[in-house]
């Protein structure tokens, strides 16, 4: 029932409010090579032993996701085979506006049947993923979207994709009824029933049109500081956690060979969770965020927030080796992961919850991280602050400050507090940008476009106006995005 109100709502605000629905969509690009067929479709999936409706993004050959050389440009046919409505977004491209897939923003919906032509120019290699800008992306719409350069595919490395997601048997709008009544907190599975539907969480982002809507107090809960991570760390307690559509039950094996090289290519998929990659035994090299190239950081574990990506170079051992990659769900004993093993190795099984909880996300690696192609250094010439609030009670959450205009060539920067109790991770789309501060420490960063902001902490964000259109800046946990935590960056004269 929740669906079917939620997609019919939804696809009837769609047909009202685009200007778009008859535009053609494709648009010129370097590329010859002909367009890859691209399909939403429903999928059967089987999670602690039971079996599960979800959807998928599927290429004529069986292959979900996309896998693209970055010379080529990006020329896909999307065909909805579904019978609900939706739209997809291109997480980690810059598309021109009108194609980046957020619905009414400014394009309808694709419904039950329909194709669309999506083709333009792609600015280089990258770890990237694509997902629906709606409650769909928590019932798995979502799937990697790697671009390769020349110089990728000339490296002597194995890539191995992993794509994380958290997962519920109840619907997304269940899961959000239940928060906004404070029934999910701190269990997910309480009771309430109230359906909350695509044209109310539509209408809660087209407010905050402009900088946003200030929210009531500061989300404090009553509580201090050395509260916060039990109360607000993690707002839903899932059915599952789920490295490429499994669990650590039944994990997917990626047979590597000894001695070899892998590029872990690490996506945060998941709706409301934040994980630790911890590769174990073997030392890894992050050698890039959100497809963004960094100088490269050794360690055994990296945090992931809600929609970043964390590309990991290993250097495998040359004996026989069964290695867990796992993904330690922020304070909690949960975990996700697969196994890397040699032909003849003995695979033993992991637990699907550790000996302890997984680290609280800080910002301690964002201070370090450094781009191997910062942005060119000159001064902003835009300046937004913004205040991050929200509160469980009553689960509201939002970004207010000035209305965000800007004007081509704009430098730009968005300096963001976040004065509510739990974490947000902000994303931009159709831009890249560095972060080039942490609490009043100035710094010349990794380039990015999702950038994590922990409770009463403050992260300064600078970025080109490059790319003229109404882009939106939100929260990646679906549920503050929904609720309101969601804002735009408007060129002037552009729409």
Same mark, same amino acid.
């Given at each position: 029932?929740? =669906?079917?109100?939620?997609?019919?709502?939804?696809?009837?605000?769609?047909? !009202?409010?685009?200007?778009?629905? &008859?535009?053609?969509?494709?648009?010129?690009?370097?590329?010859?090579?002909?367009?890859?067929? %691209?399909?939403?479709?429903?999928?059967?999936?089987?999670?602690?032993?039971?079996?599960?409706?979800?959807?998928?993004?599927?290429?004529?050959? *069986? =292959?979900?996701?996309?896998?693209?050389?970055?010379?080529?440009?990006?020329?896909?046919?999307?065909?909805?085979?579904?019978?609900?409505?939706?739209?997809?977004?291109?997480?980690?491209?810059?598309? @021109?506006?009108?194609?980046?897939?957020?619905?009414?923003? @400014?394009?309808?919906?694709?419904?039950?049947?329909?194709?669309?032509?999506?083709?333009?120019? +792609?600015?280089?290699?990258?770890?990237?993923?694509?997902?629906?800008?709606?409650?769909?992306?928590?019932?798995?719409?979502?799937?990697?979207?790697?671009?390769?350069?020349?110089?990728?595919? !000339?490296?002597?490395?194995?890539?191995?994709?992993?794509?994380?997601?958290?997962?519920?048997?109840?619907?997304?709008?269940?899961?959000?009824?239940?928060?906004?009544?404070?029934?999910?907190?701190?269990?997910?599975?309480?009771?309430?029933?109230?359906?909350?539907?695509?044209?109310?969480?539509?209408?809660?982002?087209? &407010?905050?049109?402009?900088?946003?809507?200030?929210?009531?107090?500061?989300?404090?809960?009553?509580?201090?500081?050395?509260?916060?991570?039990?109360?607000?760390?993690?707002?839903?307690?899932?059915?599952?956690?789920?490295?490429?559509?499994?669990? +650590?039950?039944?994990?997917?094996?990626?047979?590597?060979?000894?001695?070899?090289?892998?590029?872990?290519?690490?996506?945060?998929?998941?709706?409301?969770?934040?994980?630790?990659?911890?590769?174990?035994?073997?030392?890894?090299?992050?050698?890039?965020?959100?497809?963004? !190239?960094?100088?490269?950081?050794?360690?055994?574990?990296?945090?992931?927030?809600?929609?970043?990506?964390?590309?990991?170079?290993? &250097?495998?051992?040359?004996?026989?080796?069964?290695?867990?990659?796992?993904?330690?769900?922020?304070?909690?004993?949960?975990?996700?992961?697969?196994?890397?093993?040699?032909?003849?190795?003995?695979?033993?099984?992991?637990?699907?919850?550790?000996?302890?909880?997984?680290?609280?996300?800080?910002?301690?690696?964002?201070?370090?991280?450094?781009?191997?192609?910062?942005?060119?250094? =000159?001064?902003?010439?835009?300046?937004?602050?913004?205040?991050?609030? *929200?509160?469980?009670? *009553?689960?509201?959450?939002?970004?207010?400050?000035?209305?965000?205009?800007?004007?081509?060539?704009?430098?730009?920067? %968005?300096?963001?507090?976040?004065?509510?109790?739990?974490?947000?991770?902000?994303?931009?789309?159709?831009?890249?940008?560095?972060?080039?501060?942490?609490?009043? &420490? *100035?710094?010349?960063?990794?380039?990015?476009?999702?950038?994590?902001?922990? @409770?009463?902490?403050?992260?300064?964000?600078?970025?080109?106006?490059?790319? @003229?259109?109404?882009?939106?800046?939100?929260?990646?946990?679906?549920?503050?995005?929904?609720?309101?935590?969601?804002?735009?960056?408007?060129?002037?004269?552009?729409?």
């Amino acid at each position: 029932m929740f =669906r079917r109100q939620f997609l019919k709502t939804l696809a009837v605000s769609a047909a !009202a409010i685009s200007p778009l629905a &008859q535009k053609s969509w494709a648009l010129t690009s370097t590329g010859l090579q002909s367009p890859i067929e %691209l399909a939403v479709t429903k999928r059967s999936i089987e999670v602690n032993g039971r079996s599960a409706s979800v959807f998928g993004l599927v290429q004529g050959n *069986g =292959r979900s996701g996309l896998v693209l050389d970055a010379e080529d440009g990006f020329n896909v046919i999307l065909s909805n085979t579904t019978d609900e409505a939706t739209l997809i977004h291109w997480h980690g491209l810059t598309p @021109p506006w009108e194609l980046d897939g957020v619905p009414d923003n @400014p394009a309808a919906l694709l419904t039950a049947g329909e194709k669309r032509h999506y083709q333009f120019d +792609l600015a280089g290699g990258g770890t990237h993923w694509m997902h629906a800008h709606t409650l769909q992306e928590q019932s798995l719409l979502a799937a990697p979207l790697i671009v390769r350069t020349a110089e990728d595919r !000339a490296r002597d490395e194995q890539d191995v994709v992993i794509l994380l997601h958290d997962f519920s048997f109840k619907s997304p709008e269940e899961l959000l009824a239940e928060l906004q009544q404070g029934s999910a907190m701190g269990g997910g599975h309480g009771g309430g029933s109230m359906p909350m539907d695509h044209g109310s969480m539509m209408s809660n982002m087209a &407010q905050m049109h402009g900088g946003g809507m200030p929210m009531g107090g500061m989300a404090m809960g009553g509580m201090g500081m050395g509260g916060m991570g039990m109360m607000d760390l993690n707002d839903i307690e899932y059915d599952a956690y789920l490295a490429n559509d499994r669990t +650590l039950d039944d994990p997917e094996i990626v047979q590597v060979e000894k001695g070899g090289r892998v590029r872990l290519r690490i996506i945060n998929g998941a709706t409301a969770t934040a994980f630790t990659i911890d590769t174990g035994t073997v030392v890894g090299s992050l050698a890039a965020v959100d497809g963004m !190239a960094i100088e490269p950081v050794t360690g055994t574990r990296f945090p992931i927030s809600m929609g970043q990506r964390l590309d990991i170079v290993l &250097q495998l051992p040359l004996g026989t080796a069964s290695l867990p990659i796992l993904a330690l769900r922020e304070g909690s004993e949960e975990q996700t992961g697969v196994i890397l093993a040699t032909a003849d190795a003995t695979i033993s099984k992991v637990a699907t919850k550790a000996s302890s909880a997984g680290p609280v996300l800080d910002l301690s690696l964002e201070a370090i991280l450094k781009a191997t192609s910062p942005l060119d250094e =000159r001064p902003a010439t835009k300046t937004y602050p913004l205040i991050l609030s *929200g509160s469980m009670t *009553g689960y509201s959450w939002g970004i207010s400050g000035d209305a965000m205009t800007v004007n081509p060539d704009d430098r730009v920067r %968005l300096v963001m507090r976040n004065m509510s109790m739990m974490t947000h991770p902000m994303h931009l789309h159709g831009h890249h940008f560095q972060v080039v501060g942490i609490n009043g &420490q *100035g710094m010349r960063g990794a380039v990015r476009d999702t950038v994590h902001v922990p @409770p009463m902490a403050e992260v300064a964000i600078e970025f080109d106006a490059s790319n @003229p259109g109404r882009w939106p800046f939100h929260c990646h946990h679906l549920y503050h995005m929904a609720a309101g935590m969601m804002s735009f960056v408007s060129y002037n004269r552009a729409i």
